[in-house]
């Protein structure tokens, strides 16, 4: 039986995690909803966020979270023209299984262009506060994992304002719930799907960020990543960001927790269990996501 | 129509070229050599796919070899050595062809052996199955040397299983107030990486070391906060990482947020790296680490092969660097020890030779047991200050092994 000190530590790693795995799956489960997309190089763009964080760390000298004020418009505008140029012009009858193939060929192509441009080396960014931690009744809170958590927060708290309060925010939702009556109502969905994909990927540029933190990086990480990322929106009910928060959060948690009697190797396989339970049980996602009852 | 017709006679051209190309290759290696005929050593290399980083790494040690060795005039006194390499695309079928070919076709006089265990084994296969010697500079797992093999020898100081040795033997000879009482181990799971904490816990447990924490993590693993917090809250005298390299790194840093301060802290490869200290800055004090490469190592053909390889390359030698360097060190020992270079009795003869023998070579003298698994330990370093030196065993060290170590 493990020691009270070490589940409560456990729990509050489970968390932090749990925050980061959030901000790292929001934009898949934008992608999806907006257009039924699946983005397999979102994790790809997260490590190239990452990858601009410490080089920007590196080269000229200024604190990683800077980068974000060059790489979430860079991301914005790259998702922007990554829907209207390519995957916009897919045939909507096999949209989402073409998507598969042409973000796995971007994913390919932002692997070769980093290892190309900063070779295979694995990169950590070198931070003062780095291993800085303060204590929080008896469990011990790593600096540069609360960051991460809090980037988490904001980002995801103005995604949720933004989707609920704004009128860009309305007319996104319209299009993910039904896109003929949105144009029927007048909301031009081509334009509002762009931006809702550029959205996407400017929340992997602030998750890439707050991953380059705390991890080793290196070209082909991304693949590491996805697959976890992908149970996590599936789970939370494919589109719902909400759901997809609640279900990363539940999921880093487990995982934490199962590593103290089963080890990292069992504990890792938490995710796809829980995939393959939602998907015999419960299709549509544990929370929130009606829209995938369509499919 | 006109087109693929056209590229199949292209096809046929190119093909037709290097056949003959490869005729020629062929006669100027077979029978009747003079004293000046160069000595042609065949190799095939991953310089293409998983393995490529390494394989470029050792083709720079054979490159250097040949370079240093001709420009002091050869072996056999005169006789230039001639790289023939190949590239396997790190593919173990294509390493079987590659060999058949540079041994049966192309009538090499002496081979060498690729990177990493997984194209080592077929590769000594054909070896012995046409009785050439085989040094390779890469099959440190146990699965090299239980085959059976009579032609095979490893040109590094240790298995896995053997890295930590000096260490074990300094811990344990400790008095009993002063050693250390429990220890965790986190190892990933890979044969190699397994193999360098397991052997340092099978020879503390047998000393009476007990072992707290073991831990086996898959490669992908990226988070190891759990981990860290299972190996912190059982807070042992020291803590041992079978690590490859962002592993390592990212579970001391993991370690280090949970303020856990061991007396002592051992982890393979990553601490080597020269990225090491650019990813964790100053939080490295007193991490041990064994290596089976330095470039202060004080064995007396270190110092030419460091000088030179920094000429040649224009940069500093790496472990598989030296390793490429170290299996033609051993091969041109045998080779002038035997007095011959080429294929049929010769060959015997350096097999022979190394078995009974000793081999000085950039990363300290080497000798071999009957299935060719080199009879030495890694040297240990220990991060001092900003640099890392080698602590132990006694007559190769720079500083004195800190131990318990200071606070990271």
Same mark, same amino acid.
């Given at each position: 039986?493990?020691?009270?000190?070490?589940?409560?530590?456990?729990?509050?790693?489970?968390?932090?995690?749990?925050?980061?795995?959030?901000?790292?799956?929001?934009? !898949?489960?934008?992608?999806?909803?907006?257009?039924?997309?699946?983005?397999?190089?979102?994790?790809?763009?997260?490590?190239?966020?990452?990858?601009?964080?410490?080089?920007?760390?590196?080269?000229?000298?200024?604190?990683?979270?800077?980068?974000?004020?060059?790489?979430?418009?860079?991301?914005?505008?790259?998702?922007?023209?990554?829907?209207?140029?390519?995957?916009?012009?897919?045939?909507?009858?096999?949209?989402?299984?073409?998507?598969?193939?042409?973000?796995?060929?971007?994913?390919?192509?932002?692997?070769?262009?980093?290892?190309?441009?900063?070779?295979?080396?694995?990169?950590?960014?070198?931070?003062?506060?780095?291993?800085?931690?303060?204590?929080?009744?008896?469990?011990?809170?790593?600096?540069?994992?609360?960051?991460?958590?809090?980037?988490?927060?904001?980002?995801?708290?103005?995604?949720? !304002?933004?989707?609920?309060?704004?009128?860009?925010?309305?007319? !996104?939702?319209?299009?993910?719930?039904?896109?003929?009556?949105?144009?029927?109502?007048?909301?031009?969905?081509?334009?509002?799907?762009?931006?809702?994909?550029?959205?996407?990927?400017?929340?992997?540029?602030?998750?890439?960020?707050?991953?380059?933190?705390?991890?080793?990086?290196?070209?082909?990480?991304?693949?590491?990543?996805?697959?976890?990322?992908?149970?996590?929106?599936?789970?939370?009910?494919?589109?719902?960001?909400?759901?997809?928060?609640?279900?990363? !959060?539940?999921?880093?948690?487990?995982?934490?927790?199962?590593?103290?009697?089963?080890?990292?190797?069992?504990?890792?396989?938490?995710?796809?269990?829980?995939?393959?339970?939602?998907?015999?049980?419960?299709?549509?996602?544990?929370?929130?996501?009606?829209?995938?009852?369509?499919? | 129509?006109?087109?693929?017709?056209?590229?199949?006679?292209?096809?046929?051209?190119?093909?037709?070229?290097?056949?003959?190309?490869?005729?020629?290759?062929?006669?100027?290696?077979?029978?009747?050599? %003079?004293?000046?005929?160069?000595?042609?050593?065949?190799?095939?290399? =991953?310089?293409?796919?998983?393995?490529?980083?390494?394989?470029?790494?050792?083709?720079?040690?054979?490159?250097?070899?040949?370079?240093?060795?001709?420009?002091?005039?050869?072996?056999?006194?005169?006789?230039?050595?001639?790289?023939?390499?190949?590239?396997?695309? %790190?593919?173990?079928?294509?390493?079987?062809?590659?060999?058949?070919?540079?041994?049966?076709?192309?009538? &090499?006089?002496?081979?060498?052996?690729?990177?990493?265990?997984?194209?080592?084994?077929?590769?000594?296969?054909?070896?012995?199955?046409?009785?050439?010697?085989? &040094?390779?500079?890469?099959?440190? @797992?146990?699965?090299?040397?239980?085959?059976?093999?009579?032609?095979?020898?490893?040109?590094? /100081?240790?298995?896995? +299983?053997?890295?930590?040795?000096?260490?074990?033997?300094?811990?344990?000879?400790? =008095?009993?107030?002063?050693? /250390?009482?429990?220890? *965790?181990?986190?190892?990933?799971?890979?044969?190699?990486?397994?193999?360098?904490?397991?052997?340092?816990?099978?020879?503390?447990?047998?000393?009476? &070391?007990?072992?707290?924490?073991? $831990?086996?993590? =898959? =490669?992908?693993?990226? +988070?190891?906060?759990?981990?860290? @917090?299972?190996?912190?809250?059982?807070?042992?005298?020291? &803590?041992?990482?079978?690590?490859?390299?962002?592993?390592?790194?990212?579970?001391?840093?993991?370690?280090?947020?949970?303020?856990?301060?061991?007396?002592?802290?051992?982890?393979?490869?990553?601490?080597?790296?020269?990225?090491?200290?650019?990813?964790?800055?100053?939080?490295?004090?007193?991490?041990?680490? /064994?290596?089976?490469?330095?470039?202060? *190592?004080?064995?007396?053909?270190?110092?030419?092969?460091?000088?030179?390889?920094?000429?040649?390359?224009?940069?500093?030698? $790496?472990?598989?660097?030296?390793?490429?360097?170290?299996?033609?060190?051993?091969?041109?020992?045998?080779?002038?020890?035997?007095?011959?270079?080429?294929?049929?009795?010769?060959?015997?003869?350096?097999?022979?030779?190394?078995?009974?023998?000793?081999?000085?070579?950039?990363?300290?003298?080497?000798?071999?047991?009957?299935?060719?698994?080199?009879?030495?330990?890694?040297?240990?370093?220990?991060?001092?200050?900003?640099?890392?030196?080698?602590?132990?065993?006694?007559? @190769?060290? $720079?500083?004195?092994?800190?131990?318990?170590?200071?606070?990271?």
């Amino acid at each position: 039986m493990p020691s009270g000190a070490l589940l409560f530590q456990s729990i509050i790693l489970g968390l932090l995690l749990g925050g980061l795995y959030a901000l790292l799956a929001a934009g !898949l489960t934008l992608y999806f909803g907006i257009m039924r997309v699946v983005m397999i190089a979102h994790s790809a763009f997260l490590i190239l966020a990452a990858y601009l964080a410490w080089w920007t760390h590196s080269r000229l000298g200024i604190d990683p979270l800077l980068s974000m004020v060059v790489t979430v418009p860079l991301f914005f505008g790259a998702g922007v023209l990554l829907q209207r140029g390519l995957l916009s012009r897919l045939r909507p009858a096999t949209l989402t299984m073409m998507s598969v193939l042409i973000t796995f060929a971007i994913a390919l192509c932002i692997e070769g262009l980093l290892g190309y441009a900063f070779s295979g080396t694995q990169r950590r960014i070198q931070l003062g506060y780095g291993t800085a931690s303060f204590d929080l009744f008896g469990a011990r809170v790593a600096v540069v994992k609360l960051i991460a958590f809090g980037l988490a927060t904001v980002s995801l708290a103005a995604l949720y !304002l933004l989707m609920k309060r704004t009128q860009f925010g309305w007319a !996104l939702r319209a299009t993910i719930q039904h896109r003929d009556a949105a144009r029927l109502v007048g909301i031009d969905t081509e334009r509002t799907a762009g931006f809702g994909f550029g959205l996407g990927l400017a929340t992997a540029a602030i998750g890439g960020t707050a991953l380059a933190l705390d991890t080793t990086i290196y070209p082909s990480l991304h693949w590491h990543w996805i697959g976890p990322l992908m149970a996590i929106i599936v789970v939370g009910g494919l589109g719902s960001v909400a759901g997809a928060a609640a279900a990363a !959060l539940l999921l880093g948690l487990a995982q934490s927790l199962l590593q103290i009697p089963m080890g990292a190797t069992w504990a890792q396989t938490v995710f796809y269990v829980a995939l393959f339970a939602t998907l015999a049980v419960r299709p549509q996602g544990f929370f929130g996501g009606r829209l995938a009852q369509r499919f | 129509m006109r087109s693929p017709a056209r590229r199949t006679s292209w096809a046929l051209a190119l093909s037709a070229t290097l056949f003959l190309t490869a005729c020629g290759g062929g006669d100027e290696g077979g029978e009747g050599k %003079s004293s000046d005929d160069p000595i042609v050593v065949g190799i095939s290399l =991953p310089l293409t796919g998983d393995f490529s980083e390494p394989g470029k790494g050792v083709q720079e040690g054979y490159e250097a070899w040949a370079k240093i060795t001709n420009d002091k005039g050869g072996l056999l006194g005169g006789r230039k050595i001639e790289l023939k390499i190949l590239d396997d695309q %790190s593919n173990a079928d294509r390493v079987v062809a590659d060999y058949e070919q540079l041994i049966g076709s192309d009538q &090499v006089d002496l081979v060498v052996g690729p990177f990493s265990t997984r194209l080592v084994v077929p590769s000594a296969r054909v070896a012995q199955e046409y009785g050439m010697l085989f &040094v390779e500079p890469a099959g440190a @797992a146990a699965e090299v040397f239980n085959q059976g093999f009579k032609n095979l020898f490893y040109a590094a /100081p240790a298995v896995a +299983d053997d890295h930590y040795n000096h260490l074990a033997e300094y811990l344990l000879a400790l =008095p009993a107030d002063k050693k /250390p009482k429990t220890v *965790a181990y986190a190892a990933m799971d890979d044969p190699f990486a397994q193999g360098t904490a397991y052997g340092l816990k099978k020879k503390l447990e047998a000393g009476g &070391v007990k072992t707290v924490v073991n $831990e086996v993590y =898959p =490669p992908n693993t990226t +988070d190891f906060g759990s981990i860290a @917090a299972k190996i912190a809250a059982a807070k042992p005298d020291m &803590v041992v990482g079978g690590s490859q390299y962002q592993d390592g790194v990212n579970l001391i840093v993991a370690l280090q947020q949970l303020n856990y301060q061991p007396k002592l802290a051992a982890f393979s490869t990553a601490p080597t790296s020269p990225e090491f200290a650019k990813a964790i800055g100053n939080k490295t004090e007193g991490i041990l680490s /064994p290596t089976g490469y330095s470039q202060d *190592a004080p064995y007396p053909s270190n110092k030419e092969f460091v000088e030179k390889f920094t000429a040649q390359f224009g940069k500093a030698p $790496e472990e598989d660097q030296a390793n490429g360097y170290t299996t033609g060190q051993v091969v041109a020992a045998a080779v002038e020890a035997a007095g011959c270079a080429e294929q049929g009795e010769c060959q015997q003869k350096l097999i022979d030779w190394l078995h009974g023998n000793k081999v000085e070579t950039v990363v300290g003298p080497l000798s071999w047991d009957a299935t060719g698994k080199p009879q030495g330990a890694h040297m240990i370093q220990q991060w001092v200050g900003n640099d890392i030196k080698i602590v132990l065993p006694a007559d @190769a060290k $720079e500083a004195e092994l800190i131990y318990p170590k200071p606070a990271w």
